[in-house]
Nanobody, 126 residues
Framework: QVQLVESGGGMVQAGGSLRLSCAATGRYFNLYGVAWFRQAPGKEREFVAHVMWGSTTTYYSDSVKGRFTISRDNAKNTAYLQLSSLKPEDTAVYYC???????????????????WGQGTRVTVSS
Protein backbone atom coordinates (compact mmCIF):
# COMPACT_ATOMS: atom_id res chain seq x y z
CA GLN A 1 0.00 0.00 0.00
CA VAL A 2 1.32 3.42 -1.00
CA GLN A 3 -0.07 6.87 -0.22
CA LEU A 4 0.91 9.76 -2.47
CA VAL A 5 0.80 13.51 -1.82
CA GLU A 6 1.63 16.06 -4.51
CA SER A 7 2.85 19.59 -3.92
CA GLY A 8 4.52 22.42 -5.78
CA GLY A 9 1.76 23.60 -8.07
CA GLY A 10 0.92 27.25 -8.54
CA MET A 11 0.52 30.08 -11.01
CA VAL A 12 3.31 30.97 -13.38
CA GLN A 13 3.72 32.98 -16.57
CA ALA A 14 4.38 31.34 -19.89
CA GLY A 15 8.03 30.41 -20.22
CA GLY A 16 8.38 29.91 -16.49
CA SER A 17 9.20 26.83 -14.45
CA LEU A 18 7.83 24.83 -11.54
CA ARG A 19 8.91 21.69 -9.73
CA LEU A 20 6.23 19.32 -8.57
CA SER A 21 6.87 16.79 -5.82
CA CYS A 22 5.15 13.51 -5.08
CA ALA A 23 5.86 12.29 -1.56
CA ALA A 24 5.09 8.65 -0.85
CA THR A 25 4.44 6.83 2.37
CA GLY A 26 4.27 3.09 2.68
CA ARG A 27 6.66 0.26 2.07
CA TYR A 28 8.59 -0.63 -1.03
CA PHE A 29 8.14 2.67 -2.84
CA ASN A 30 11.51 2.03 -4.45
CA LEU A 31 9.95 -0.95 -6.24
CA TYR A 32 7.10 1.05 -7.79
CA GLY A 33 7.02 2.78 -11.11
CA VAL A 34 5.77 6.36 -10.85
CA ALA A 35 3.89 8.34 -13.45
CA TRP A 36 2.57 11.87 -13.72
CA PHE A 37 -0.73 12.57 -15.40
CA ARG A 38 -2.61 15.80 -15.88
CA GLN A 39 -6.20 16.79 -16.43
CA ALA A 40 -7.30 20.08 -17.87
CA PRO A 41 -10.87 21.36 -17.44
CA GLY A 42 -13.27 19.49 -19.69
CA LYS A 43 -10.60 17.08 -20.88
CA GLU A 44 -9.62 13.53 -20.08
CA ARG A 45 -6.69 12.71 -17.86
CA GLU A 46 -3.56 12.39 -19.98
CA PHE A 47 -0.18 10.80 -19.48
CA VAL A 48 2.75 13.14 -18.96
CA ALA A 49 5.79 11.12 -17.83
CA HIS A 50 6.93 7.88 -16.20
CA VAL A 51 10.02 6.83 -14.27
CA MET A 52 10.98 3.25 -13.52
CA TRP A 53 11.86 2.12 -9.98
CA GLY A 54 15.59 2.39 -10.70
CA SER A 55 15.10 5.99 -11.94
CA THR A 56 17.31 5.50 -14.99
CA THR A 57 14.54 4.83 -17.49
CA THR A 58 11.99 7.52 -18.28
CA TYR A 59 9.18 8.07 -20.75
CA TYR A 60 7.43 11.26 -21.81
CA SER A 61 4.46 12.28 -23.84
CA ASP A 62 5.33 14.07 -27.05
CA SER A 63 3.69 17.26 -25.79
CA VAL A 64 6.15 17.66 -22.90
CA LYS A 65 9.29 15.94 -24.19
CA GLY A 66 12.26 18.27 -23.94
CA ARG A 67 10.46 20.61 -21.51
CA PHE A 68 9.59 18.41 -18.53
CA THR A 69 11.88 16.12 -16.55
CA ILE A 70 10.76 13.33 -14.27
CA SER A 71 13.02 12.01 -11.54
CA ARG A 72 12.88 10.31 -8.18
CA ASP A 73 14.85 10.03 -4.97
CA ASN A 74 14.09 6.66 -3.43
CA ALA A 75 15.98 7.57 -0.25
CA LYS A 76 13.43 10.35 0.27
CA ASN A 77 10.46 8.36 -1.05
CA THR A 78 9.77 11.24 -3.43
CA ALA A 79 9.29 11.66 -7.15
CA TYR A 80 9.57 14.96 -8.99
CA LEU A 81 8.39 16.58 -12.16
CA GLN A 82 10.37 19.60 -13.30
CA LEU A 83 8.25 21.76 -15.59
CA SER A 84 10.13 24.20 -17.81
CA SER A 85 9.25 26.43 -20.75
CA LEU A 86 5.66 26.28 -19.61
CA LYS A 87 2.84 27.08 -21.99
CA PRO A 88 -0.77 28.06 -21.29
CA GLU A 89 -1.85 24.66 -22.60
CA ASP A 90 0.07 23.03 -19.72
CA THR A 91 -2.57 24.40 -17.36
CA ALA A 92 -4.11 21.42 -15.54
CA VAL A 93 -4.29 19.52 -12.30
CA TYR A 94 -1.25 17.29 -12.12
CA TYR A 95 -1.45 13.89 -10.45
CA CYS A 96 1.19 11.38 -9.55
CA UNK A 97 0.40 7.68 -9.65
CA UNK A 98 2.24 4.50 -8.74
CA UNK A 99 2.12 0.82 -9.59
CA UNK A 100 4.27 -2.19 -8.84
CA UNK A 101 4.54 -3.52 -12.38
CA UNK A 102 5.41 -2.20 -15.80
CA UNK A 103 4.40 -2.96 -19.35
CA UNK A 104 5.30 -1.14 -22.52
CA UNK A 105 1.71 -1.59 -23.63
CA UNK A 106 0.06 0.29 -20.79
CA UNK A 107 2.39 2.46 -18.71
CA UNK A 108 0.68 5.54 -20.22
CA UNK A 109 -2.85 4.39 -19.29
CA UNK A 110 -4.34 5.89 -16.14
CA UNK A 111 -6.49 2.87 -15.33
CA UNK A 112 -3.53 0.59 -14.63
CA UNK A 113 -2.33 2.64 -11.66
CA UNK A 114 -3.92 1.69 -8.33
CA UNK A 115 -2.36 4.49 -6.26
CA TRP A 116 -3.02 8.18 -6.84
CA GLY A 117 -2.40 11.45 -5.12
CA GLN A 118 -4.97 14.21 -4.72
CA GLY A 119 -3.45 16.41 -7.41
CA THR A 120 -1.78 19.81 -7.52
CA ARG A 121 -2.97 22.63 -9.77
CA VAL A 122 -0.72 24.34 -12.29
CA THR A 123 -1.92 27.49 -14.02
CA VAL A 124 0.13 29.07 -16.80
CA SER A 125 -0.82 32.54 -17.93
CA SER A 126 0.05 34.00 -21.32
Amino acid sequence: QVQLVESGGGMVQAGGSLRLSCAATGRYFNLYGVAWFRQAPGKEREFVAHVMWGSTTTYYSDSVKGRFTISRDNAKNTAYLQLSSLKPEDTAVYYCAARSGFAYSDYFKANVYPYWGQGTRVTVSS
